[in-house]
């Protein structure tokens, strides 16, 4: 019996036919399929407020904070104070056992006893050689002591007069050092030097410290006077041009949920600094002093420096607007392009100073992998293609 050899071609034939049926199928199918345009929207030119901010976050810190040291070494006997407690100038803050200092003070006193001897006892000296050379002068007039004498003489009388010079050192001496010996027993009672509250306590009754060295020697007390709270941000170079001293600031801490704290902006550094790439300017706010009963220092605070303010502004939509090369542009509906001047602008609207009337319909290009942007006009990133804004104009964080 002979095998069949032509079903082999049967099997590529149908096989072809069933490629090419599905071909015409996804062709049909993608005729039949939308086809999918670039997304836009159309919004009317309006009038509303416009409100410029930039944002930043910081730690509240005191004016200045105080190290309270010690002069005087011994064991502390008391301490009058806890952190948190309010203390006024003059207060008694700690006590120092004054033994080893009344010891050192009894010392001086001895020192300034014996300089004021040694100098008696040189004065007593200088004045007896001065008689002697004086009547040996005399009695070599009438050849009765030599030459030599009379030098000799002279010379133990210029040594008398430098001792004299040593001696009057030596008083000084011990005069600064028996000063010195009395404000160390003095500092055997520690006062406050300032109106404030204590910050930090580290040291406790029993405890033995040592009279300051060239570093100031150990921090006993941390004072700080927290009637006026400051909070020191670091704000993007982007935005620390808007900024200047008197401008109002809202201020939150994470702390305090829901507490609103008013301020302004006191100071604005004049040089910036580069920090993980980024230049930053330090900005001081001060806290409005009414409102510092709740705040602390090193908590974390947010603020909000409010820049600029326009109540009546003709508003656009920012990524309406266009760059082309000097001059702004948008889009009219029905009227193609149309040359416009911008002003102030934050992250979402901008502000048309001419060009366009309210109510006027421009179209606004959107994308669904555009992403919102938080630089200034200029910067990368920025939607649309702006460039930098005319003077006057920008960006401001919300």
């Excluded at 000799?152 to 009388?157: G, N, T, Y």
């Excluded at 300051?212 to 670091?234: I, N, P, W, Y």
Aim: aromatic residues 2%.
């Amino acid at each position: 019996m002979k095998r069949s050899r032509s079903k082999p071609w049967l099997v590529l034939l149908g096989l072809f036919a069933l490629g090419a049926g599905v071909g015409v199928y996804a062709y049909v199918a993608s005729k039949k399929r939308p086809v999918t345009k670039e997304a836009t929207q159309i919004v009317a030119v309006r009038r509303g407020p416009l409100t410029v901010e930039v944002s930043a976050t910081g730690t509240v810190e005191p004016e200045y904070v105080v190290e309270i040291k010690s002069k005087a070494s011994g064991t502390i006997q008391s301490v009058k104070v806890q952190a948190g407690d309010v203390v006024k100038k003059g207060d008694l803050l700690i006590e120092i056992d004054p033994v080893i200092e009344r010891r050192k003070l009894t010392q001086a006193e001895a020192d300034l006893a014996v300089a004021s001897a040694n100098r008696g006892g040189v004065a007593t000296k200088l004045a007896h050689a001065q008689t002697q050379l004086e009547r040996d002068e005399e009695l070599h007039t009438k050849g009765l002591v030599s030459r030599e004498a009379i030098d000799q003489l002279r010379k133990e009388l210029a040594i008398l007069r430098g001792d004299t010079q040593i001696s009057a050192a030596q008083i000084s001496k011990a005069r600064a050092s028996l000063a010195e010996a009395r404000d160390r027993l003095a500092e055997t009672k520690i006062l406050s030097p300032l109106d404030g509250t204590i910050l930090d306590r580290s040291v406790n009754p029993g405890q033995v410290i040592t009279a300051g060295t060239a570093q100031g020697g150990q921090t006993l007390l941390t004072l700080a006077d927290l009637s006026r709270l400051f909070v020191r941000v670091k704000v993007d170079e982007a935005d620390v041009a808007r900024l200047a001293p008197g401008q109002r600031v809202r201020i939150t801490a994470d702390a305090l949920i829901g507490k609103v704290f008013k301020g302004k902006v006191l100071r604005v550094s004049p040089q910036g600094k580069v920090e993980s790439s980024v230049t930053v300017f330090d900005v001081v706010v001060e806290v409005d002093p009414a409102e510092v009963g709740l705040l602390r220092p090193m908590l974390s605070a947010n603020v909000v420096i409010h820049v600029d303010e326009i109540k009546d502004a003709v508003l656009l939509p920012r990524n309406a607007v266009q760059q082309r090369g000097a001059r702004f542009v948008v889009r009219v509906e029905g009227k193609g392009e149309q040359v416009v001047e911008v002003g102030l602008s934050d992250d979402r609207q901008i502000q048309i100073k001419s060009g366009l009337e309210e109510g006027a319909r421009v179209v606004v290009p959107s994308s669904p992998k555009a992403k919102s942007s938080t630089r200034m006009p200029g910067m990368p990133g920025m939607p649309g293609g702006m460039g930098a804004m005319p003077p006057g104009g920008g960006m401001g964080r919300r």
